[in-house]
């Protein structure tokens, strides 16, 4: 088995990092997707404001949903006063 | 500047030479002496610190976790029970690497209710990462205390700094207080690299993975490793400023002794005595003294072992289904060496009983004859 | 950016953490953050947000983290407070952030004691009502009849929640408030406000949690709402000792309708829901008097 060999002395003393968790790509939690019908839309942001991911930015008048990090919660959906949101299968087109 | 000080109040009086930024304490007997005194002199205006008058000592290190987190150079002190109420917070600080510096006035442990002194409060800290010191007279508290600082901070690792309840800290002692131009030179302002900085925000102590968390203790090792060395020229530094100079095993008169008393904390100044006595009577007894503990100094210790020359410790400590902890310690450094002396250990003054010049002669003598028990301590009674 | 929002759009959370679907924990932390600004250190004991803040060396939040064992947030902030303003700092925030574990039990000596000193700390309590970073067990902040891992029988948990607010209140804090992810901008402007004084403040917030509470991720600021609006957890604030009730609600809807929305009060009888109404009706009558 392996031996640890490098110089201790050499190695950090502690692990204080601060590179964004952003860097985690959570998209492939999700069973279901947002999908935004932007012609209901009426660029409330409630989606914005009432996502636990932080993954919906404001794209001019309207909100954008990030796929990378969307975990499905759908929040989004049950929020949306218009319901321009609907939840997608994974699969579906 | 000599001043007539009691133990308490000379480690007071180091935490402000050292211009100690944060002090956060709980009161327990018989360490109060030490927070009263920095209240007080946070009071006169003496000391400029802040002194943050928790309501735990569980609080007091919590406190000083995150205080010594922003880079300020921070002290605490208690006793016994409130040191084992700490146990928690002295894995994390030390873990986090924070250079926090103690008094820990060693006092026993209940049950049942006990005032007096014993270290086994904080010996049974040994594993937590802390640096440890065994203090025999009041100055040296105040010495010790200024040279934690500078120790912790160039290990980044704690120090704890004991001395015997009521033995020390309510004694009173001639000590020599340093000019505090001098305390500057051997104490600059702290400069603490791990500290957080607003400007380029990290989180401190998440979770790594296994594989970091081992890398990281092998890390400290290796500091407690470098410590040796480290303690070693710090002190020769304090020497050549303040005349006064210590060392991790302090020896007496043990060149050319039969058998050599192993002695530590308070004890070990009246071994001295015990030891001149001895010599007088034409006996050539001599003392080790263990001053350092944590880093447990091995290899000094191993200089003084030969074979033939009985080893007697006496330990005002105890480890449950184990022997006295300094004497436990002192076999397992010595067993690397192809030839060993015999080690005898002797447990004595468990919760304050005294241990006297008389009680220290009878264990060299008996040691010297090879009267004991090498497997079992010998349980020595208090003789008044 | 064109558009107008509510609540400022300045974003220090980073998507990628690790909470479960629909966490109510990571969108108080979002509205925290949006009150607080970067000029923010936050301390964290033992809670969901440990995992939260990321493992090493990533990090969700963009402001500095202490981590501290479980019992002593409020301690290991006031160190952080002290070191700061020792070295000259008197204007970043100093914020403990603890779940209800943390705050109700075993952290609330430490808590006790920072309030009692007026240090100059916020501290947070987003309260999901049991132990669910351990996998949901009862703790102090569980309400009568629901269903944890500790509580297994049909009866659930059979003490009410302690009543920490009178505790805190009880300390004469500088600032109080109470708040839940359903009301964003009343939580920004309470941060941004808390921010603003000097001394102990404290927040309590509800923090719905889909696996504990058992209900679809999607009805989290739903059942916020819904905890608001049926007199469950009345949004007020107190200010040097002046209330305020920041969301009146004129005609309270019944209980049953935040309860029966959620698994873990899915055994709970119709004279345990009457004793809850009861309840609620008095305290609420009670609050209506100071305001």
């Given amino acids: ?93 | 500047m000599k001043k007539t000080l009691m133990g308490n109040h000379a480690a007071a009086v180091a935490v402000r030479l050292a211009r100690t930024e944060v002090v956060a304490a709980y009161p327990i007997t018989p360490q109060t002496q030490v927070v009263e005194a920095l209240a007080e002199m946070k009071a006169s205006g003496e000391f400029a610190g802040r002194f943050v008058k928790v309501e735990s000592e569980h609080s007091a290190m919590a406190c000083l976790v995150g205080a010594a987190q922003t880079g300020v150079r921070c002290f605490t002190a208690t006793s016994s029970q409130g040191l084992a109420y700490m146990h928690e917070m002295l894995h994390w600080a030390a873990g986090a690497r924070l250079p926090i510096v103690m008094a820990e006035v060693n006092r026993a442990l209940g049950a049942p209710w006990i005032l007096w002194t014993d270290q086994t409060d904080s010996l049974a800290q040994r594993d937590t990462g802390w640096l440890q010191f065994y203090c025999s007279s009041n100055q040296e508290i105040l010495d010790t205390t200024l040279l934690a600082f500078k120790v912790a901070e160039e290990l980044s690792l704690p120090v704890m700094v004991n001395y015997d309840g009521f033995t020390l800290s309510h004694t009173y002692e001639p000590v020599d207080v340093p000019a505090q131009e001098l305390v500057d030179r051997f104490l600059p302002k702290h400069d603490f690299a791990l500290a957080l900085d607003l400007a380029d925000p990290k989180a401190f102590s998440a979770l790594p993975k296994p594989q970091e968390y081992f890398r990281l203790r092998r890390r400290m090792a290796a500091d407690m490793g470098r410590a040796h060395q480290v303690i070693a020229s710090v002190e020769d530094e304090f020497a050549r400023l303040f005349g006064r100079s210590y060392s991790a095993v302090e020896a007496y008169k043990a060149d050319d002794a039969d058998a050599l008393l192993v002695t530590t904390g308070a004890p070990a100044s009246t071994a001295l005595d015990a030891v001149d006595e001895l010599r007088k009577e034409g006996f050539k007894a001599g003392n080790l003294r263990i001053r350092q503990f944590r880093p447990f100094p091995a290899e000094a210790l191993r200089a003084y072992a030969r074979p033939g020359r009985n080893l007697v410790v006496v330990d005002r400590n105890f480890s449950m289904g184990q022997e006295g902890i300094f004497c436990e310690e002192l076999k397992s450094a010595l067993y690397p060496l192809k030839e060993r002396p015999q080690v005898f250990g002797t447990v004595a003054g468990l919760g304050g009983g005294d241990i006297t010049v008389e009680l220290l002669k009878e264990i060299w003598l008996d040691a010297k004859q090879g009267r004991g028990d090498a497997l079992q301590p010998v349980w020595m009674e208090d003789a008044r | 950016m064109t558009v107008k929002t509510s609540i400022p759009q300045d974003e220090k959370l980073s998507a990628g953490h690790l909470a479960c679907q629909g966490c109510g924990a990571t969108l108080a932390m979002r509205y925290a953050l949006k009150g607080l600004g970067t000029d923010t250190v936050l301390v964290i004991p033992a809670c969901c947000w440990t995992i939260l803040a990321g493992p090493a060396p990533l990090m969700s939040v963009g402001v500095n983290v202490v981590h501290s064992p479980f019992a002593c947030a409020a301690a290991t902030a006031t160190g952080v407070s002290h070191g700061l303003r020792a070295r000259g700092n008197e204007k970043t925030a100093v914020v403990a952030w603890a779940g209800d574990g943390g705050t109700f039990d075993i952290g609330i000596q430490a808590l006790s004691g920072a309030a009692d000193r007026d240090e100059d700390i916020i501290y947070v309590c987003y309260d999901n009502e049991a132990y669910m970073n351990t996998g949901i067990q009862r703790s102090g902040g569980t309400p009568a009849g629901a269903w944890t891992m500790t509580t297994p029988g049909a009866a659930g948990a059979e003490r009410p929640k302690k009543d920490l607010d009178a505790i805190i209140e009880a300390h004469h804090p500088r600032y109080m408030a109470t708040a839940t992810p359903a009301y964003p901008e009343d939580m920004v402007r309470k941060f941004k406000k808390a921010r603003d004084i000097k001394g102990f403040r404290f927040i309590h917030i509800l923090s719905p949690c889909p696996p504990g509470w058992k209900y679809e991720s999607d009805e989290t600021v739903m059942l916020s709402r819904l905890a608001v609006q049926t007199g469950m957890f009345p949004i007020y604030e107190v200010e040097e000792g002046r209330f305020k009730l920041n969301v009146p609600v004129a005609k309270r809807k019944p209980v049953a309708e935040f309860l029966r929305r959620q698994g873990r009060f899915r055994t709970m009888g119709e004279p345990e829901v009457a004793a809850i109404q009861a309840r609620v009706d008095a305290a609420w009558d009670a609050l209506n008097k100071r305001a």
Avoid at chain 1, 17 to 27: D, E, H, L, Q, Y
Avoid at chain 1, 35 to 62: D, Q, S
């Fill in chain 1, 1 to 93: 088995m392996p031996r640890l060999t490098e110089d201790p002395l050499k190695t950090p003393l502690i692990i204080a990092g601060g590179k964004p968790m952003s860097a985690n790509k959570t998209g492939n939690w999700r069973s279901a997707r947002p999908v935004i019908h932007e012609e209901k839309c009426t660029g409330c942001m409630i989606c914005w404001k009432f996502c636990p991911e932080a993954c919906v930015t404001i794209e001019g008048e309207l909100p954008k949903i990030h796929m990378d990090w969307c975990k499905g919660c759908a929040v989004c959906v049950q929020e949306c006063p218009v319901d321009a949101i609907t939840l997608e299968n994974e699969e579906a087109p």
